[in-house]
């Protein structure tokens, strides 16, 4: 097992409005607190296809672009709320790269934390390996 | 209420084509912080992928509330990454329907294919309906 990362990431209110409109996922517990709170949430909260593509960007960089990475799958586990100030929250992403299989293509396990506790549960990508080496 | 148990199996209408542009796919890399490439960002398919779910969440006769509904799990599997020029359909099936506790789990499969119909990426995505009404 080799080591990946760690990657950070910071998350403010507007990576979410960017998000929204780039995704076309336009609910509105990603960009209102009234609706959010009223559906028994503490805020915000961002998409978790965003926190997904965010650790999918850790994992395209660790697998040498994009088009290596064969699957990508997580369990949204957690939320994560977005405070509405400059400084957002951050979400630090770590990877376990595990034993080329003899098809050339390696397992990641992911792990994604924010705030001290896990937002993204089984975490796991396959991706297709450049290089000899592991 | 709960969803009907006759969604299982049930495969939606493939969504109209389409057509990606370089613009959007610069547009979702600048969203989620990457240089813009010719390839899409793994995660770009639920773009194509998200219209279908909403032909599911949307439709009367699946019966779903949609304030009830959360997304619980996604995956993709990739055979080659979505370029500029693609003409992209989504067609969703209805997987698995399993009903505990007051909750429906759907797990959907949505298989993500070209203008020629060759398969570009399989999306799977679990979307769990809280089928009572909690009060709060």
């Not at chain 1, 996922?25 to 559906?39: E, G, K, L, Q």
């Not at chain 2, 506790?101 to 398969?119: F, H, N, P, Q, Y």
């Amino acid at each position: 097992m080799t080591g990946l990362g760690p990657a950070r990431f910071r998350v403010t209110r507007a990576d979410l409005v960017r998000y929204a409109g780039a995704s076309g996922d336009f609910n509105p517990i990603h960009w209102s607190d009234r609706v959010a709170t009223s559906v028994g949430l503490p805020g915000v909260i961002a998409h978790g296809m965003f926190t997904m593509a965010l650790a999918g960007r850790a994992v395209s960089e660790w697998a040498g672009g994009a088009a290596n990475i064969v699957e990508y799958g997580v369990r949204f586990s957690r939320p994560v709320v977005v405070p509405d100030d400059e400084s957002g929250v951050e979400i630090e992403v770590t990877g376990e790269l595990g034993e080329t299989s003899d098809d050339g293509t390696a397992p990641i396990t992911v792990t994604c934390v924010c705030d001290g506790q896990q937002v993204l549960g089984m975490a796991k990508a396959v991706v297709r390996r450049t290089d000899p080496v592991a | 209420m709960a969803v009907s148990p006759e969604l299982a199996g049930r495969t939606f209408p493939p969504t109209a084509p389409y057509a990606v542009s370089a613009a959007k796919i610069r547009e979702f890399a600048l969203a989620i912080g990457v240089e813009p490439a010719e390839d899409a960002p793994p995660t770009f398919p639920i773009v194509v992928a998200f219209a279908a779910m909403q032909q599911l969440m949307h439709d009367p006769e699946v019966g779903i509330e949609l304030h009830n509904v959360v997304h619980r799990d996604q995956r993709f599997v990739q055979v080659r990454p979505i370029r500029a020029g693609d003409a992209l359909t989504a067609t969703l099936t209805v997987e698995t329907l399993r009903q505990a506790a007051g909750t429906d789990l759907i797990g959907t499969r949505t298989e993500v294919t070209d203008a020629s119909g060759e398969l570009v990426t399989t999306a799977y995505a679990t979307l769990a309906h809280r089928a009572t009404e909690v009060s709060v």
